[in-house]
């Protein structure tokens, strides 16, 4: 039976969700918000000691500028929160929460509130929570290509010892690779999420929208995937 040591996903369907119900589209945000601390809940229940949640990516600082502000504000309080609320679920089971991504591309203010749900969540070990945000697969392959070559240009590193361990190496996280991606709200594509490390990742996709999806989903996902025999190319 295949296990999952690391599950990425891809919180689609916020937007959607608010217009079904007749709100203004940072309300679902809100919601999908909300979602994620069941969504780490679940994952211990399974036994998951690693997610990372795609919430952000490269692309959507193109949305309108008013729910572009609502999500900016919306991630600096729910980092402040993980930063400051001791009574949060990542204190209690003990979640190293880092954020990956362009970060540098964010408000000031939401920069500030990473770096202190990082810095309060420094010594956990028992999970870890990344949070995708200002991110782009293809951005973290450039990125780290950039690393690279600054590293061959002085001269600590020759082109002849680059490998895929090497690549792994200037990756935002350097942890194992997801086990298994899944995505919520119909669309049946990764959309530029962790375009290297998903190369075996089994993938999964429901129809349920991020804010509406339920614990019997998230865990009939985990039934399937354990049932799938995993060849990694063999």
Known sequence: MSEINHIGVILDGNRRFAKRLMKEPWKGHEWGGE?????LSWCKEANIHTATLYSFSVQNF????????FLMKNFEKEFLRIAEDHEHVAHK???KVKAIGRLWMLPEFVQNAI???EEATSKYNDYHLN???AYGGQEEITDAMIKIGEQIKAGKIQPSDIDENTIKKFLYTGQPYPDLILRTGGEKRLSNFMAWQSA????AFTEKLWPELQKQDFFN???DFHIRERRFGN
């Open 35 to 39: 979602k994620v601390k069941e969504l």
């Open 115 to 117: 770096k202190k749900a």
């Open 62 to 69: 193109s949305r309108p500028k008013a729910e572009f502000e």
């Open 93 to 95: 089971d003990r979640v």
């Open 221 to 223: 996902v985990l039934k």
């Open 131 to 133: 949070i995708a945000i």
């Open 200 to 203: 075996y990742s089994e993938l």
